[in-house]
Every structure is written in structure tokens, then in C-alpha cells.
């Protein structure tokens, strides 16, 4: 019987992948507002010169360590002046570019290299996997923190400098997370029918692997790249990353440790923004994940 | 289960020795080590006696040699600021860094565990949201700013704790809290995840035909084969965190081997660093490799491999 | 309900809520069994049988709804049961094997550890006794050398062993009923029979009553004393096995038996039959009969109300009067 009316014989109306995806992304909160945060935050980091009420290098002894607006300071520097007497504010502005640069451009170093090495071992196997691994293991077996402090003193703490120590250190999980998905690509049957057509290596490489394997390498670099703005931040507090008086939140924090005691807000509220760049970062990284994975989180 | 530990030992030595390479390289990474030992205002000849003395003119490939031997026989030269071994320095500051990282990899186990447990017998729930929010955080704090906030209240404000030192065991609390906080979300996630998995699994439905009470289908039957992966990653969280106990070390001025390296990493005191890097990398290949062994024992089916 | 009655479950509906609305996956069945009996739940992937023995072990997912009239085991009331009663029942007096041997044993610990749990959840007896017990339920399934077996873990035993474990398990406290969820589906060929076999060779012994849950009705004719053929969450036919095989009067149950080769009634070199057609979508209200979508003698009135109808032998839900068997007769 193939009655229309029949309730019975209803097909399955399914969305679309494509309105599946639209749906997930709408439906993801955690995604949403990361990428609201970050974007926010790219946008006064692009802006800066513009949007900063004063210039963050302008030191002035006349009006040290103003309070913010919400502990009775004034509109002039709505939050406050460290103790030099420049604007909180307007350093803070400043100091996500250094934040936003570190972080994207080393993401991005480590990721050219990560994603070298762990596509080579997935793509080749054999010799090439256990040397990949090896140094894996290597890599993950020094200490970053202590290690990028030690080049860092030693070459000096320029922008160029931590942001070249931090690409140089961050490639292990873009390696291990590339290795592992290159490996499940490439025993696909469409891989296999590249090859048997004829199809080189770099093709193979660039047309089929990569493009499938992307999803995951925007996960990681996301991850990354908040990796490396906390650990730029650390080595600042310490000391031994940007150095004065390059506005770095890190470095901050660790101008407003002295003072903490008495004006906590000094190292409040580079902290609090730094966490919240974090975070935001963290969240689109998840819920990229998310709704990028196959089989999604319910 | 022989065969797989003799060759996860030989991983392990292989990177040592690669690792031990590396860190050896970092005395030449600043260009002359004799110049910067010798200080801004040397002369030429200051330079090339301490160049002598030290052995900085002979090839490299020797000086790691020479120098490895005696690293081997626990002797690491001597420090250039304190003038005192090198070994000698680590050893005395390594116990508060251990303390601190034995308790702060307990605080994380014993927080993360039961939450992602909780979180797991009922995912979605409010427990599941909290402990979510918790790991989410998190991974987003920055240590040095998470210990200075609970210096300014619990220390400060509050007045209940000490804000520095290693006097006492209340000196710990903090500096344990910030340093655990920083390996829970990884940990709790894990569990969750082991959790869930195995509360799905097959084994547990059988477990529950048995007429198993629920105690036992989630501790006896579940946890056992969740806990699994997670004591292998507590291990290489320990490793990790024994190395970032430099920023919590710093933020409450607790003179560990991490306070240790800080120091000496101000002061160009490249021998001191050097031994600290090659003990940190130590540290977490032998708790890794550890790990492996203990995984290989809890599964069954390693155990029998 | 006669005083041997085993088993008595009259009207069970369960419903499990979905995104798109509720999935009603069994609706209004009844079936009851005496001690020693055997009854066989019949029918493809989905339509229900899984759901509805772990419904009486009520051992259901969260979410989802079960609802009968009566549900009751021996003396007691399975819909009414607290939660510590049910745990009593499990594993003692009604057990259950499941179709996944390879998963079901847990890997953390020993053949020797899982099977002494069961009798020690329920009887207070010492270790040793629990071996013993242990050992010889071993052997009594097939087991070689089952003292030194006690020590293996599941993952050193193959599919046949480990089911053949699972059944020991099962029978460790001497159940009343046991629960057979397509015990051989994921076995070899060859393994099957055994398997097959021993269940039944066990039952008589042990004067057990099973629920045989399958998709083979090959299966079927050999073990059953009785007959439910499931559809779509519905018992289109039910009856004594040798009433429904020889005179199948839904037109579903003739389809599943023309998928079989049957010695003596399939010709050799013949074309065995399939029955066209998918399992409809259970989502959203269900009325009349679900196979309607797939039945060669559909009728406008199959989508209304369908009368129970049956011989003194059986009983089966067709619009027809005879299941249309005449017409299927008419056109062969």
C-alpha cells in the first residue's frame, strides 16, 4: 500500500549536514561567546591608537596610582595610573596586541612545525613515525616554562625573541593531534585511490589529507595559541619575558605585585582581562571541537 | 609484560640522553660562555684564562662527554654566583619542591576524581555544569595571578593563612591549592570521560543483572577501568607541574629547586640551570615511564602481554 | 494465572522521549510462563525484544517510560518492586545472558572474581564454597580445565568460552527464569548450535524457564515451547511453537518463515523470500497495524484498530479473518 496520507510511511525529513552544522553552532553558548570575547578583544588590539584615551608610554609623576573610576577616580583615567603614572587603561588596550600577537604568531610557528612533523609521521609511518615520536617525547620531557625563561634570558627578552622561543617550544601537540589524524586519513579508501591513480606525494598530501584533517589543526591552533598567551604572560611576571616598558599584561600583574597590598586593583585587573582572553580563547577552541566533531557531545 | 617495560626503559634512557644533550647545548646558546661568565667588565685576557680553566676551548662533543660522566656521578659543576657544587644546591631546595608537588597532585586527584565521577553519574546535571565551569576556568587561570588573589584574601584580607615561605605546613596550603588547580581540569575531564564510557559499557550491564547495587556497579566495576588512564596522565601532570612550580614557587616565595632556577636564571648562573632543567626532564621521564609500568600492571590485559 | 505461573506481564508499553517527540517502542504486549518453559521472542533489530527483557529485569535506560497492567514474577509485583527487591531478583532468581560475549565480562578482573560476585551478592557462603560452585558450573558448561580458568581474565578466552562463561554466571544462584538476549548472534556458525544446545540441555536439567530473545526462527523451532513473534513493538502472533509453524496466520510471521530454508517444505534451488520494505518510524503516534507499510494484503482498514483474532491453538492481530492466508493461496 503506498498510501501518502499514511502517517506510517512518512520518510525521514533529516536536516542537511550543512543545517546540522549551522544548528550546532547556533546552539553551542560556550562557542558563541568566545568567539564574541575574542572578536571584541582583536578589535581594540587593531584599534588601539584610536581607542586608547592617552598614550601608554606617557609616564607622568604628578599622577601616580590613581584609582579606577569605581574606587573614586576620575573619567581622565577611568582605570587609574600605575606607578609611574601612566594609564591603566590605555595600557591595557596595548597590551592585548602584545598579547594577541604572541599568541597568534607563535600558534602559528608551532603549528607550521607541529603540523610538518606529525602529518610526515602519520603520512609515511616507519622510520619517519619513530623519530617523530621520539622527539615528542623530547619535547615534552623539558620543562617549558623553565626552559623558554633560560633562552629568553640568555638571548634577551625582545617581542621577537619570546615569540620565537614560544613557537619553537609549542609544536608537541599540534605533532601529536596532526600524527594521529593524518594516520586515520590516510588509511581512507579515497587516499588509496589517489595513489593507485597515480597521484604524488604533495598532492596526495595538499588535496586529500590536509583539507580533512584541517577541522583539527584550527582546534589545536586555537588551544595554542591561549597556551602561549599564558605562557608569555608568566614569563613577563617573572621578569624574564617582554620587557619595560612594553605594555604586557604579564609584566603588569608583576608591576602591581609591589603595590598589591594596597591597591590590588593594580593587579586585579590585568589578571582579571587576561583570564578572560583565555578563557574566551578555550571556549572557541571547545566549541570548535564540538561542533566540528563527527559524532557530537550530546 | 617483561618485553614492554625493557623497551619503554630504553625510550626512556634514549630521551634522557637526548634531553641531558640539549640542555648541555644552552651553555653555548648565549654565544661565549667564558665572556658571560666572566662579566661585562672583563678583560680579554680574564676571558681566556676563565676559558682555560673552565675547558671552554676544547670541542664540544668532549666538554658534553666530560661533562655528562660527571653529571652521571651526580657531580654538575659548580654554581657561578654561589660558588658551591651545583648538586648540593638542587638537593637542599628539591624537598620543598617535592612536598609541593606531592601534595598538589594529591589536592588535584582528590578534588578532580570524585567530580568527574559525580559528573559522570549524571551528565548534564548541575554537579556535571559546575565541574564543567570549574575545568573551563581552570585551564584559563594564570597561576601567578590565581596565587596572588589568594594571597590578597586568604592571606591579606582574611588574615588566615601565611602569604610566604615554607615554615609550616599552613605555608603549603596556598601554594598547594594553585598548583593543583592547575592539573584538575585535564585530570576531572578524563575521568568524566572514563566514566561515561565505561558506564555504557556492556560489563556494567551485566554487573547490574547480577543484582550488583549501584555502590558496587560504579566503584568495583566502573572506576576500576576508568581509573586506568587516569593514573597514567596524574603522572605526567606530576612532571609537568614539578616544572611550573617555578611560577608558584616565585609568587610565594618558596625556596624550592623551581625559586632555584628563577634565581639562577636571573643571575646567568648557566651550570645551576642547566642541572635544573636536566632534573626537571629526570623527573617526568622517570614518572612517565613510572606510569607505563603501573598501566601495564592495572590492565589485565597488558599485564599478561 | 494458574499457580505455575512464572511470568505474567499483560499490556507492557514503553515509550522513550526523543528530541522529535516520543518513540513509542513497545506497545501493549502480554505474554506469560510457567516453570520449565520456553518461550521464544521473535523478530528483526529494533522492533523491541531487547527493551522488553530488560524491562523485566528493570534494568531500562534512564528516560524511558514503562507502563503495564500487570507485571508480576512468582509473588511479586515487578511494576510496585522496590529497587532492593529488584536487586534481589537479578542475578538469583531471574538471570540474563546478553548477545555481546566479548564485552559483557568485565576486563578488569578474573573469571573466578566475576563468577564468586554473583553467588556472594546473593548467599551468604565462604570464598571457598564459591569456587567450588564456580568450578562446577564451569564444567557443567563445556569448560576444560575450569579450576585453572578461574584465574584467566575474559580477554584470554574466545567468543565461545566467554559466552559459555556467561552462561555460568547466569546460573550461579539456580534462577527460576533466565533471560537469553540473542545469546548466539555474535558466535560462529559452528559455535552457535553448542551454545544452542547447552541452553536447553540446561534448562530441562535445572527445570529452568527461559525467554529466548532471537531473530533466528530457525532457532526457534528447535528449543521453544511457545511463540511471540514481535513487530514494531507489537506481538503480531503469539501461541505454542508447533501451532504457530503450522499454520503462521500474520502475514509477517509467513514472510519471516519464507526468509528460512525449511527441509522438506523448500524446494532445493528456490528462491528464499525477503520481506520488502523498512521498519516504520515508531516516533509520533502509532495506530492499526505497524506492517501495514510492508504487507501484501493491506487494506484501508489496517490503519484503524486491529481485532485480536486466533484458534484455539493461537492467537494472532490481523484485519483479516484468517490472516489472508486464502489469498496468498489464491495467488501462489
Redesign the interface.
Known sequence: MTDATDPLTREWQGPTPRDMLVAKVKGHTGLLIGVGIVGLLTFVAILAPVLAPHDPYAQSLMTRMEPPVFLGGTWEHPLGTDHLGRDYLSRLIYGARVSLLIGAVAALISGLIGTAMGVAAGYFGGKVDMVVTFLINVRLAMPVVLVALAVVAILGGSLTVVICVLGLLLWDRFAVVMRASTLQVSRRDYVAAARSIGASTPRIVLTEIMPNIFNNLIVVITLEMAHAILLEAALSFLGLGVQPPTPSWGLMVSEGKNMMLFEPWLVLIPGAVLFLLVLAINLMGDGLRDVTAPENRS | MLPFILKRLG?AL???F??SF??FL?LF??GDPAAALAGETASGEDIEAIRRVYGFDRPMLVQYGEWLVSALQGDFGESYYFKLPVAGLIAERLQVTMILGVCGISFALLTAVPLGVAAAIR??SIVDRVALFMS??G???????FG??L??VFA?QLGMLPPSGAETWRHFILPTVVLGYYAMPAIMRLTRAGMLDTLN???I?????????EGRVLFK?AL??AIIPVVSLAA?QM??M???S??VE?VFALHGAGYL??ES??R?DLPT?QA??LV??MF??VF?FLADVLNAW????MR?A | MTDDTLLEVRNLTLDIPTGAGTLHAVRGIDFELRRGETLSIVGESGSGKSLTSLAVMGLLGKGIRRDADVMRFEDTDLLTASRRRMRALRGDRIAMIFQEPMTSLNPAYTIGDQLIETLKLHRRVSTSAARARAVELLEKVGITAAASRLGQYPHQLSGGLRQRVMIALALMCEPDLLIADEPTTALDVTIQAQILRLLVDLTREMDMAMILITHDLGVVARVADKVAVMYAGELVETGPAAAVFERPSHPYTRGLLRCIPQPGKTDRGSQLGTIPGIVPSLVGEVTGCAFRTRCPHAVPECRAAIPVRGDAAHDFRCVHADGAISAEKETA
Do not use: C, E
Open positions: 625510550l634514549l630521551v634522557a637526548t634531553v640539549i640542555s644552552l646558546l648565549s551528565p548534564n573551563v576556568a585551564q584559563a587561570m594564570p597561576s601567578f595571578w596572588l588573589i594571597i590578597v591579606i559499557s556492556d560489563y550491564r551485566t554487573a547490574r543483572a547480577k543484582g550488583a547495587g566495576h576500576r577501568n605526567v612532571g609537568f614539578l616544572g611550573g617555578i611560577v616565585s632556577a628563577w636564571i636571573a646567568n640551570v635544573l632543567i626537571f626532564s617526568y621521564i612517565t592495572l590492565d589485565p590485559r599478561s
